[in-house]
């Protein structure tokens, strides 16, 4: 099954470690660039209703600003109360400075 990607952003418009607040079809997405990688996290932290795009990155995870929820930017998984619940975590792809996302899960 190919997935379909839609272009969210261009790579130019992204800084190291500072997450981008984008919409695709609806659904909020962090896009984070760091070590490297571009990422593409719901944007909403499973505990609290708050953007994770407000928080802040560091070693590939992702901080909740409001009670410190920390999520890996590669898994969605959490690694920190008070969250218990991973946030979804969507392909990305990159071509030439096009930023591209599908809305599809990574499992």
Not at 58 to 73: A, K, N, P
Not at 89 to 95: F, H
Request: charged share 25%; proline share 7%; hydrophobic share 35%.
């Amino acid at each position: 099954m190919s997935l379909a990607f839609v272009r969210v952003c261009g790579l130019s418009e992204l800084e190291d470690d500072t997450p981008k607040r984008v919409e695709l079809d609806g659904t909020p997405m962090s896009i984070v660039q760091t070590e490297g990688e571009v990422f593409a996290v719901y944007d909403i932290c499973s505990h609290a209703n708050v953007s994770l795009s407000e928080g802040e990155v560091d070693d590939c995870h992702i901080e909740c600003w409001l009670h410190g929820s920390r999520f890996d930017l590669r898994s969605g998984k959490p690694d920190a109360l008070p969250a218990t619940r991973p946030v979804p975590v969507y392909p990305v792809k990159i071509e030439g400075d096009d930023v591209l996302v599908s809305l599809t899960q990574e499992s």
